[in-house]
């Protein structure tokens, strides 16, 4: 029995991460639950779960959990504070790292130095400070299992090979909702029409990330941490079916890769259970009805997020948590309306092309950068704001 938390619990990746739980009750027990402000969900997951902690991003809706949960035997917590101390909970093993944004990084560090393992969902805190991750990770002998579809093929696809035989990573990327729309029209895309994603259904952040490949580029910069590859050997391929899920190249040029529908329950529960695979009673992937499988080159010209993971890379220090901050800001004022959808990329780059990047000497300089950032995006978007 594997004692859990989940950081994030009311999201997509939250819900499919109970969902295995629920399927497999003898494997699994939760111990500690987090979500942001949806305290709705959260009473429901206390009640079905029996959590011993569970914690609010923000206060208030914590205050309406109590209400909700009086009676009921559960520690409620709140704030970052409240984050911190479900992710360290002493009777956990494991946490699933599923917040969204930069706001993962502090409570998932905190899992890290308190020895949990960690299922990593959240991609940005990767991008925002990876190898300070992977060195906490090592000095406190835990691992970071990956959940990201992509980086669970790779991980799958290098077990029982060596790193030094690895000539390259391919990550593959559906190209998101908006890959067939022609230059001249992007700039009228509706946050709706950017939200309807061909493959996968997923929180609304990371939808239109896929929808500008920005999501692909902060992929990148996690596959250089998860890996410690350099992003000249991780190339990107567009792969509109989201069958193959990513791709090693070896030395020899053998390909290995995993296949599978898309489904998140898969990379969730190999990240949950590792190296075991539990029976999961979902449809097999049949490769006569998918019958062919595309693949094309990233358009760089109508997509330049992708481009800007890779410059950050190159630049490094603080680089990409700038552009991570630069884009969650940029996102959202695109979601409630307020700028264009070709403004997220201008807006990453004019926040990239001010930052003047330091070495990430600590989880501060990395918070300090965001914080920068996000002030800097800020201001791009009010000089457009409509
Ligand atoms: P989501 O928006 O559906 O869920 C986010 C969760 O984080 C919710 O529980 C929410 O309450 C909580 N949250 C939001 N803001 C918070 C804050 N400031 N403080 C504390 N908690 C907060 O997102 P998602 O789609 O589940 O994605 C979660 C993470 O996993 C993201 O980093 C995403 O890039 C990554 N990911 C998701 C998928 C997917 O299929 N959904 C696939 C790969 C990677
Ligand atoms: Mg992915």
Same mark, same amino acid.
């Given at each position: 029995?594997?004692?859990?938390?989940?950081?994030?619990?009311?999201?997509?990746?939250? #819900?499919?991460?109970?969902?295995?739980?629920?399927?497999?009750?003898?494997?699994?027990?939760?111990?500690?639950?987090?979500?942001?402000?949806?305290?709705?969900?959260?009473?429901?997951?206390?009640?079905?779960?029996?959590?011993?902690?569970?914690?609010?991003?923000?206060?208030?809706?914590?205050?309406?959990?109590?209400?909700?949960? *009086?009676?009921?035997?559960?520690?409620?917590?709140?704030?970052?504070?409240?984050?911190?101390?479900?992710?360290?909970?002493?009777?956990?093993?494991?946490?699933?790292?599923?917040?969204?944004?930069?706001?993962?990084?502090?409570?998932?560090?905190?899992?890290?130095?308190?020895?949990?393992?960690?299922?990593?969902?959240?991609?940005?805190?990767?991008?925002?400070?990876?190898?300070?991750?992977?060195?906490?990770? +090592? *000095?406190?002998?835990?691992?970071?299992?990956?959940?990201? *579809?992509?980086?669970?093929?790779?991980?799958?696809?290098?077990?029982?090979?060596?790193?030094?035989?690895?000539?390259?990573?391919?990550?593959?990327?559906?190209?998101?909702?908006?890959? @067939?729309?022609?230059?001249?029209? =992007?700039?009228?895309?509706?946050?709706?029409?950017?939200?309807?994603?061909?493959?996968? +259904?997923?929180?609304?952040? %990371?939808?239109?990330?896929?929808? #500008?490949?920005?999501?692909?580029? =902060?992929? &990148?910069?996690?596959?250089?941490?998860?890996? @410690? %590859?350099?992003?000249?050997?991780?190339?990107?391929?567009?792969?509109?079916?989201?069958? %193959?899920?990513?791709?090693?190249?070896?030395?020899?040029? *053998?390909?290995?890769?995993?296949?599978?529908?898309? @489904?998140?329950?898969?990379?969730?529960?190999?990240?949950?259970?590792?190296?075991?695979?539990?029976?999961?009673?979902?449809?097999?992937?049949?490769?006569?009805?998918?019958? +062919?499988?595309?693949?094309?080159?990233? @358009?760089?010209?109508?997509?330049?997020?992708?481009?800007?993971?890779?410059?950050?890379?190159? %630049?490094?220090? #603080?680089?990409?948590?700038?552009?991570?901050?630069?884009?969650?800001?940029? &996102?959202?004022?695109? =979601?409630?309306?307020?700028?264009?959808?070709?403004?997220?990329?201008?807006?990453?780059?004019?926040?990239?092309?001010?930052?003047?990047?330091?070495?990430?000497?600590?989880?501060?300089?990395?918070?300090?950068?965001?914080?920068?950032?996000?002030?800097?995006?800020?201001?791009?978007?009010?000089?457009?704001?409509?």
């Amino acid at each position: 029995m594997k004692s859990i938390v989940i950081l994030g619990s009311t999201g997509s990746i939250g #819900t499919s991460t109970l969902d295995i739980v629920e399927r497999f009750p003898d494997e699994f027990r939760v111990v500690g639950l987090t979500a942001g402000n949806n305290d709705a969900t959260l009473e429901a997951q206390v009640r079905r779960f029996k959590p011993r902690a569970v914690a609010m991003a923000n206060e208030l809706a914590a205050a309406r959990l109590r209400q909700r949960c *009086s009676g009921l035997s559960v520690e409620i917590l709140s704030g970052q504070e409240g984050l911190i101390q479900v992710a360290s909970l002493p009777e956990a093993e494991l946490v699933m790292s599923a917040i969204v944004g930069g706001a993962g990084l502090v409570p998932t560090l905190a899992a890290i130095r308190s020895k949990k393992h960690i299922a990593l969902a959240n991609k940005e805190p990767m991008v925002m400070a990876g190898k300070l991750m992977q060195e906490e990770a +090592k *000095s406190h002998g835990v691992r970071i299992f990956p959940v990201d *579809s992509e980086h669970s093929a790779i991980f799958q696809s290098l077990e029982g090979h060596r790193i030094k035989d690895v000539r390259r990573l391919i990550l593959t990327a559906s190209g998101g909702a908006l890959w @067939d729309i022609p230059k001249e029209q =992007l700039q009228d895309v509706t946050p709706e029409r950017a939200l309807q994603h061909p493959n996968w +259904k997923m929180g609304a952040k %990371i939808t239109i990330d896929s929808a #500008t490949l920005m999501n692909k580029g =902060l992929e &990148v910069v996690e596959a250089r941490w998860l890996f @410690d %590859i350099s992003e000249s050997r991780i190339d990107v391929l567009i792969h509109r079916e989201s069958i %193959i899920h990513s791709l090693v190249e070896y030395e020899d040029r *053998s390909m290995i890769s995993q296949l599978g529908l898309p @489904d998140m329950r898969t990379p969730i529960s190999y990240a949950m259970r590792y190296p075991d695979r539990l029976p999961l009673d979902l449809p097999s992937l049949d490769l006569t009805e998918v019958g +062919k499988l595309t693949f094309c080159k990233p @358009d760089h010209d109508r997509f330049p997020c992708l481009g800007l993971g890779y410059e950050s890379l190159r %630049i490094g220090g #603080t680089m990409p948590a700038a552009m991570n901050a630069a884009n969650e800001i940029a &996102v959202e004022a695109f =979601l409630q309306g307020g700028i264009r959808f070709t403004d997220i990329s201008d807006i990453i780059q004019s926040t990239m092309q001010a930052h003047s990047p330091r070495d990430v000497t600590s989880v501060d300089v990395a918070l300090e950068a965001d914080r920068w950032a996000r002030e800097k995006a800020d201001s791009l978007v009010h000089a457009l704001a409509r």
